[in-house]
């Protein structure tokens, strides 16, 4: 009968070249860990391996990019094209003025962030109440979300940005920014809101039950066992959901607010240039992907926790 080969051998070096104890942990003169030569062959393998993969994805890069430049430069209207769109004379005078109205939006961005997490909250909370009692709560709650998701953000904005102040309410503004702000709201709270609708349902009852078993109420329970566990898992989708609403606070400036992108409309419309409309885009895009980059890090950071089975 022929036995199979251990990986250890009789004195519980492993195969790389290791001695471990009982405890597992390497063991030797200095209690140091000296790599076998094949683990050194496969680790110097792995980082071979890897620049050749950085060579041929910068390689092909640079490739793609020097193609589109030719593509681009050599077309019969670039001449014009580079002219009207991308002037240094007007990006010069643009930076500034869009720097300016820039600030607008990122009041927005902060004010709206806020005021669109606690309306997304209240609603998610409004739509996961059980019992016959809140129904008329959960139906209100559920037409709020399909009819804001369903109506396009430019028309929102229309109509609160150019509506309310035809109507000559009393005591009512018609500053075009907190107008615009309260469109925003209202639009993205109804995202926010599933986002927050799901996580709730994302909680196993058993977490419910268990906080009820210790002698929680209902809303001792929601608020200190469903709500954390549901926000932490959301973060994301969360993230992304601010991202876009940066972005969107440029919609405001169809009711007059001087932001961003109403200071490059109206150099636009003084020198029939449209470099400061690519101005302002690079300024937004700018803003946008440090809040990018940041989520996909906490995406990641909770997939691998999660594949580790840590908690979320």
């Known amino acids: ?30 209690d140091g860990y000296t790599p076998s030569a094949r ?11 890897a ?50 109205g820039l600030w607008l939006n990122v009041r927005l961005l902060f004010v709206c962030g806020a005021a669109v997490l606690v309306l997304g909250m209240l609603i998610a909370v409004a739509r996961t109440l059980r019992g016959p009692v809140f129904f008329p ?35 009512v503004t018609v500053d075009p920014v907190l107008l615009g702000g309260t469109a925003l709201t209202l639009t993205y709270s109804a995202y926010v809101a599933e986002v927050f609708r799901a996580g709730i349902e994302s909680v196993h009852p058993s977490q419910r039950a268990a906080a009820r078993s210790l002698g929680l109420t209902n809303r001792q329970a929601l608020r200190h066992v469903v709500l954390p566990q549901a926000v932490r898992r959301q973060v994301p989708p969360l993230l992304n959901d601010l991202v876009s609403l940066q972005k969107d606070t440029g919609l405001v400036s169809i009711g007059g607010a001087i932001d961003a992108v109403r200071a490059a409309d109206i150099i636009v419309g003084r020198s029939l240039n449209y470099t400061p409309y690519i101005v ?9 992907i440090p809040m990018t980059r940041f989520t996909d890090w906490v995406t990641a950071r909770m997939d691998r926790r999660r594949a580790q089975g840590g908690a979320l």
């Open 1 to 30: 009968m022929t036995l199979a080969k251990t990986e250890s051998g009789p004195d519980g070096a492993d195969d790389d070249g290791g001695t471990a104890g009982r405890d597992g942990a390497p063991t030797g003169p200095d």
């Open 39 to 49: 683990r050194i062959e496969r680790e110097r393998h792995r980082r071979a391996r």
């Open 51 to 100: 620049r050749r993969a950085t060579a041929i994805a910068a390689l092909s890069t640079l490739v793609t990019g020097v193609v589109l430049y030719l593509l681009v430069v050599h077309a019969p209207g670039w001449p014009r094209t580079k002219e009207t769109f991308f002037s240094a004379r007007y990006a010069r005078e643009a930076f500034p003025k869009v720097l300016e």
């Open 137 to 171: 709560l959960r139906a209100l709650a559920a037409a709020y979300t399909d009819f804001f998701r369903g109506l396009p953000l430019i028309i929102n904005l229309m109509i609160v940005v150019l509506g309310v102040p035809a109507l000559r309410l009393q005591g």
């Open 280 to 288: 302002a885009g690079l300024v937004f895009v700018a803003l946008t």
